[in-house]
C-alpha cells in the first residue's frame, strides 16, 4: 500500500530534549516537505527536499532541521524544542521534483507537545 | 495578509443541502488542491486543478477554478454526515515552479446536521 509513515504519532517532551519525528514513504517519490498545523494559522511548511541531498528552508524552518541521505526518508530534527514548537506535524512527499502540480500524500501527523 | 483565503471559517448545514466553500488569492494560483482533513488526522486528497475554468467532480464533490486561475470553489451537493470534517485548499503561488511547495488556506470547518 501506498503510504507515508510518521513517528511517533504522538509524543509528549520537555524543552531542550532533543527529538527526532521520523518520515518515510513507499513510493519512491522524490520531493518530501514538513508542514506544521496550528489552530487559526493553517498548515506551513518547514522544509522541503526536491531530491537526495538537497533540502530548503520553507515558511517557519526557525528551530528545526531535517536531513535526506536516503529517497524514503525525511526525518524532522528539534536540536532543542521550546513550547512554541507544540504543535500537529505533517510529513507529506509527491513525485516530481516539485511539490506543487503532482498530488502530495501526507503522514498520518505527528502531535507533538512541548512543555 | 493571507495569500490564501478561504470562506468561510466554519459552515453548519443540514444533512440533505447543498453547500459552497470558496478559496480565493490575489496571485495567480498555478496548481489548485483540494483536501479534507478529520479533526487531528492526516489530509486527504480530493482533487487537483491547474487550467483555468477546470471543473472536476468526484462523487457529489464538485471542485471549479475559475478563468482567472485566482478562486476556487468546492461544491457539495446533498451533504451527508461523511463529508463532516476540515476542508482546505492548497496551492502553488510562487511562479508556477512548484519548489516551494503549497501554500495553504487556513481551512473550513464543516458540520453536517442530521
Known amino acids: 500500500e501506498a503510504q507515508v509513515t510518521q513517528n511517533p504519532r504522538y509524543l509528549i517532551t520537555v524543552t531542550g530534549k532533543k527529538l527526532t519525528v521520523t518520515c518515510s514513504q513507499n513510493?519512491?517519490?522524490?520531493?518530501m516537505s514538513w508542514y506544521r498545523q496550528d489552530p487559526g494559522l493553517g498548515l506551513r511548511q518547514i522544509y522541503y527536499?526536491?531530491?537526495?541531498?538537497?533540502?530548503d528552508k520553507g515558511d517557519v524552518p526557525e528551530g528545526y532541521k531535517v536531513s535526506r541521505k536516503e529517497k524514503r526518508n525525511f526525518p524532522l530534527i528539534l536540536e532543542s524544542p521550546s513550547p512554541n514548537q507544540t504543535s500537529l506535524y505533517f510529513c507529506?512527499?509527491?513525485?516530481?521534483?516539485?511539490?506543487?502540480?503532482?498530488?502530495?500524500?501526507f503522514g498520518p501527523g505527528t502531535r507533538l507537545t512541548v512543555t | 495578509s493571507q495569500e490564501l483565503e478561504q470562506s468561510p471559517q466554519s459552515l453548519i448545514v443540514q444533512e440533505g443541502k447543498n453547500l459552497t466553500i470558496n478559496c480565493t488569492s490575489s496571485k495567480t494560483l498555478y496548481g489548485l488542491y483540494w483536501y479534507k482533513q478529520k479533526y487531528g488526522e492526516g489530509l486527504i486528497f480530493l482533487m487537483m486543478l491547474q487550467k483555468g475554468g477546470e471543473e472536476k467532480s468526484h462523487e457529489k464533490i464538485t471542485a471549479k477554478l475559475d478563468e482567472k486561475k485566482q478562486q476556487s470553489s468546492l461544491h457539495i451537493t446533498a451533504s451527508q454526515p461523511s463529508h463532516a470534517g476540515i476542508y482546505l485548499c492548497?496551492?502553488?503561488?510562487?511562479?508556477?515552479?512548484?519548489?516551494?511547495?503549497?501554500?495553504f488556506g487556513k481551512g473550513t470547518h464543516l458540520i453536517i446536521q442530521p
Open positions: 527536499s526536491m531530491n537526495v541531498e538537497v533540502t
Open positions: 513510493m519512491n517519490h522524490e520531493y
Open positions: 507529506a512527499s509527491s513525485s516530481g521534483t516539485s511539490g506543487s502540480l503532482y498530488e502530495q500524500y
Open positions: 492548497g496551492a502553488d503561488i510562487s511562479s508556477g515552479g512548484g519548489a516551494d511547495g503549497l501554500t
